[in-house]
């Protein structure tokens, strides 16, 4: 399973980018996926899951309303809709796959086997 993640970049408060997410090597529409961001300092930290077939999605608190998570099971792609972005979003941003193991999707980090390298998004105030 490989994951690669990008769509990162340079913007300003209260703009918007979309992150992709490009799967290989696994049966996309059965597996949850995720999206996870690690500030300088911090630690990794729940963003957004959805199910396989897409129906089911889940957002931190921080993101709601702002960020929208979605996928393309026929081009084994993963989004993230970011609008409204904060100085606080940033972050390097990973993509990764909830473990088969796992029943449903997940907001836990240990719940996800394969991640893809991250993108770096910064937003200036």
């Known amino acids: 399973v490989q994951l690669q993640a990008y769509g990162g970049g340079l913007v300003q408060a209260g703009g918007f980018l979309r992150l992709s997410c490009v799967a290989s090597?696994?049966?996309?529409?059965?597996?949850?996926m995720g999206w996870f961001r690690q500030a300088p300092g911090k630690e990794r930290e729940f963003v957004a899951a959805?199910?396989?077939?897409?129906?089911?999605?889940d957002y931190a608190d921080s993101v709601k309303g702002r960020f929208t998570i979605s996928r393309d099971n026929t081009k084994n792609t993963l989004y993230l809709q970011m609008n409204s972005l904060k100085p606080e979003d940033t972050a390097v941003y990973y993509c990764?796959?909830?473990?088969?193991?796992?029943?449903?999707?997940?907001?836990?980090?240990?719940?996800?086997?394969?991640w893809g390298q991250g993108t770096q998004v910064t937003v200036s105030s």
């Open positions: 990764a796959r909830r473990a088969p193991s796992v029943y449903w999707i997940s907001r836990r980090f240990n719940d996800h086997d394969y």
């Open positions: 090597g696994q049966i996309f529409s059965a597996d949850g």
């Open positions: 959805i199910s396989g077939g897409g129906v089911v999605k």
